[in-house]
């Protein structure tokens, strides 16, 4: 990894935290500007809270609609925002002779909420046809469906944008009040990569964002997984072409000695077109256009998941096969070939994607959001690059017991579909 990717840090006495990381190739700025506060943390009367504030910061009743966006775009930039059940955040991409431009505007977002009433209703309604956008898609369901049963009870499996019944209560004083407490000083990070002086940054960072106050830093209630039944399998029928499967389990999480094993044995599954189940699914059945592997993170714990689509008619076939794989990879391991692959191609997306400014000013942002020992990426590269097979095969059997899955499915399918709901033979656990 370059020297000039390496990030200078400050944190002020406010709390907030600010990353500055010189990218000298690129004639473009990013800004990103994370809360720690996520949906997870929110009370089920509050549910969808933040995923309305998040929507909030882009209104301003003083200003015409889509003032703060539009000025972003008359600097010739783009801006997003997302929630996540423990971070929320703002990022923006201009020419880099706009970033102070951009930077300013980002400030009011955050810092200046002013929640116009009219405003609020407006965005109430275009969250409930969100709610309600999601609520027609089969995969949704699926999805949904596996979340809550992870974790039964817990922000983390609830909706991020909330349900019908919780955004239609949300009043102004309960958005304003969370505005507040998402982007107080401990809760803040401030993250710039650009061909820029970093310390000249991070003084005019300091000078934005050093009067915001403290605040509280965000707390999530604490989970406890007590293991899964066997079996546990939910059929949803709703109308659609095609038939939806989700199927997830939970892994050791950020802090643990195994997670870049995890993450490579996710890789041999459902990263690239080489990946297990994309060559045994599509390639060799041609039961599914997609199918994907993914390894992500709440609070102190891992979540693998295993999402795909096939005709109704092939759902059991598919979802057995994907169960047999899953055996078999518990029970003999991980092969030289799809061991190297995975690791090449996950290193080399990490190298790739570092080619853009927005990455790097995302990535310390979430390494200080979310990471119990923040790394900078040649370090998380290194870690990857280190790791073995048999650390992966490892990994594979300690997690992938027979009762490991929670499945759901979801689609037009009749009521004597029978889906599989163990790894039959898998010698984990």
């Known amino acids: 990894m370059p020297a000039a990717l390496t990030a200078v840090q400050r944190t002020l006495s406010n709390g907030v935290h600010l990353v500055a990381t010189p990218v000298p190739h690129t004639a473009a700025v990013s800004l990103y500007v994370a809360s720690r506060a996520g949906s997870g943390s929110e009370p089920v009367e509050l549910s969808g809270v933040t995923h309305f504030v998040e929507h909030m910061l882009f209104r301003h009743g003083s200003h015409e ?9 008359r600097l ?5 925002a997302a929630t996540e059940p423990e971070l929320t955040a703002v990022g923006a991409k201009v020419p880099s002779e706009a970033w102070n431009d951009a930077l300013q505007i980002v400030a009011r977002m955050v810092h200046e909420p002013t929640m116009d009433p009219d405003e609020i209703e407006k965005e109430r309604t275009v969250i409930l046809d969100e709610l309600a956008l999601l609520d027609d898609l089969p995969e949704e369901s699926a999805r949904r469906s596996v979340l809550a049963r992870l974790w039964p009870n817990h922000p983390f499996g609830r909706e991020i944008a909330g349900t019908a019944t919780t955004v239609r209560a949300l009043t102004r004083d ?34 934005v964002f050093g009067s915001v106050p403290a605040g509280s ?8 997984a007590n293991g899964q039944e066997s079996g546990r399998v939910q059929v949803i029928r709703r109308e659609a072409e095609q038939a939806y499967f989700s199927i997830a389990g939970f892994t050791p999480g950020r802090a643990s000695r195994d997670r870049y094993a995890i993450e490579l044995l ?3 599954l459902g990263a690239g077109f080489g990946a297990r189940l994309v060559l045994e699914l599509r390639e060799r059945h041609g039961l599914a256009y997609d199918v994907s592997a993914e390894l992500g993170y709440c609070g102190k714990h891992g979540v693998l998941s295993i999402d ?10 598919a979802v057995a096969i ?7 990879v518990a029970d003999r391991g991980v092969t030289e070939e799809e061991f190297e692959r995975a690791r090449a191609y996950t290193v080399g997306g990490l190298v790739r994607s570092l080619e853009d400014s927005a990455v790097v000013a995302a990535w310390h942002a979430r390494e200080q959001a979310l990471e119990p020992s923040p790394l900078p990426p040649d370090a998380l590269i290194d870690r990857v690059r280190t790791v073995a097979r048999s650390d992966v095969t490892a990994s594979a059997q300690a997690c992938l017991a027979p009762s490991w899955p929670l499945i ?14 163990e790894l039959v033979g898998s010698g984990g656990g």
């Open 322 to 328: 994907v169960l047999g794989e899953l055996s078999d």
């Open 76 to 80: 010739g930039g783009q801006i997003n």
């Open 65 to 73: 609609p889509g003032a703060f966006a539009c000025a972003i775009e």
């Open 408 to 421: 759901a499915v979801a689609g037009p399918l009749s009521d004597n579909t029978d889906i599989p709901t």
């Open 266 to 268: 996710a890789a041999v």
């Open 217 to 224: 830093r965000e707390a999530y209630p604490v989970f406890h």
């Open 174 to 207: 309960a958005l304003l009040r969370r505005a507040v407490e998402m982007f107080a000083g401990r809760n803040t990070i401030v993250s710039v990569a650009g061909a820029l002086d970093p310390s000249a940054v991070l003084d005019v960072l300091a000078d």
């Open 308 to 317: 795909g689509a096939t005709d109704p008619d092939d759902l059991t076939r």
